[in-house]
């Protein structure tokens, strides 16, 4: 079954770090691009950042750029998003995304909470 | 960027009834690369249609898409009340950035 299952998310305070993971299975990880999608809870999906199969091409939002970087382990078959400098709109659902051209399949989701 | 406006915002139907969901995009979408995906409340976002008219691998034949350039149409032939959800349609075409419009919510009448 080709699946996505992430961890990492929590609370964090304003200014601080975290890190997500995503472990995929099922399939051949180091043959597909990924994505991080975010969702604040109760609005819509907003395109965060895409990595190439090998790690090398990484592209951002604007409003994450600078701040977020992307990273897979192809041998571990594992995504991550090292955020930093964390905001409080940065609070938000965030997913990992399968992509040869659409989405497919998600992560299960991470939430974020950026708060004092 | 290309922007995706979905309508109507909220759908109110019956069961059995046909839901017609738009997506219209601020500019033609390259190769008619729209893509839609079903959210159930607390759950993540899958995969219906590719290419705007691509069923993906285990989807209803209830669910159909069409359209091309800039007006793309999501159809649920039949509603089932399994199919509450929102719908957001999206454009992978002309990226980065991957867009998505804004959803319509499906409910029940």
Aim: proline content about 5%.
């Amino acid at each position: 079954e080709v699946q996505l299952v992430q961890s990492g998310g929590g609370l964090v305070q304003p200014g601080g770090s975290l890190r997500l993971s995503c472990a995929a299975s099922g399939f051949s990880f180091s043959n597909y691009w990924m994505h991080w999608v975010r969702q604040v809870p109760g609005k819509g999906l907003v395109w965060v950042a895409r990595i190439d199969t090998d790690g090398d091409i990484t592209t951002y939002a604007d409003s994450v750029k600078g701040r977020f970087t992307i990273s897979r382990d192809n041998a571990k078959n594992t995504l991550y998003l090292q955020m930093t400098s964390l905001r409080a709109e940065d609070t938000a659902v965030y997913y990992c995304a399968r992509s040869r051209s659409s989405f497919d399949p998600w992560g299960q989701g991470s939430l974020v909470t950026v708060s004092s | 960027e290309v922007v995706l406006t979905q309508s109507p915002g909220t759908l109110s139907l019956s069961p059995g009834e046909r839901a017609t969901l738009s997506c219209r995009a601020s500019q033609s979408v390259t190769s008619n690369y729209v893509a839609w995906y079903q959210q159930k409340p607390g759950q993540a976002p899958r995969l219906l249609m590719y290419g705007a008219s691509s069923r993906a691998t285990g989807i209803p034949d209830r669910f159909s898409g069409s359209g091309s350039g800039t007006d793309f149409t999501l159809t649920i032939s039949r509603l089932e009340p399994e199919d509450i959800a929102v719908y957001y349609c999206q454009q992978y075409g002309s990226s980065p950035p991957w867009t998505f419009g804004q959803g319509t919510k499906v409910e029940i009448k």
